[in-house]
């Protein structure tokens, strides 16, 4: 699955294919199957990207339509 993040970092937008997306039952934040990477800055965490308001319609498509 690719979705569209924007880094806090590098404050650059980018797609990112995250493989097969999951929910985490104890915090219920999103698990992905592959790590986020910025092309400029590298591996991110969930909590140094923001989603786009593209990533955020294909994150509902994704979880919505497995």
Do not use: Y
Not at 7 to 30: A, M
Not at 32 to 38: D, G, L
Request: proline share 6%.
């Amino acid at each position: 699955m690719i979705i569209n993040f924007k880094c806090q970092k590098c404050r650059k937008e980018f797609n990112c294919d995250i493989g097969k997306i999951g929910i985490n039952n104890e915090t219920l934040r999103p698990d992905f199957e592959k790590p986020i990477v910025c092309p400029h800055c590298g591996k991110r965490t969930l909590d140094e990207v923001w989603l786009t308001e593209i990533g955020q319609s294909q994150m509902t498509e994704a979880t919505w339509n497995p």
